[in-house]
């Protein structure tokens, strides 16, 4: 199951609040690659339909029902230290024979 750490909840938090936009959520997308997807986050207001809501402490995270499935058993975190900091999809990431049906030549 997706999750969502109790840092990423809260600095989402703050920077929808920064922006003027609190209450709105977070909403990760996959785009298909050659083999394997490549996922983005935006900030979002509303659910779309089919959209999967996942919610911690207040803070909501949208996808489609597709991006969900891919990203079973995966956390969304927050990282930082000296030189950088960003939110980061942590755990198990769909690859090659997870769905590409063995296009990439393994």
């Known amino acids: 199951m997706f999750s969502i750490s109790a840092k990423a909840a809260e600095k989402a938090k703050v920077i929808l609040k920064n922006e003027g936009k609190e209450g709105w959520g977070l909403r990760i997308f996959s785009t298909e690659g050659s083999c394997s997807p490549s996922f983005g986050l935006d900030i979002d ?43 980061v999809l942590k755990g198990p990431m769909p690859s090659c024979g997870s769905g590409c049906g063995g296009s990439c030549g393994v």
């Not at 089919?50 to 990282?79: A, H, P, R, S």
């Open 45 to 87: 207001e509303t659910l779309q339909e089919g959209d999967e809501v996942i919610e911690k402490d207040g803070l909501k995270v949208y996808m489609t029902k597709q991006t969900f499935d891919m990203l079973n058993d995966v956390e969304l975190d927050y990282y930082e230290d000296e030189e950088q900091e960003g939110f």
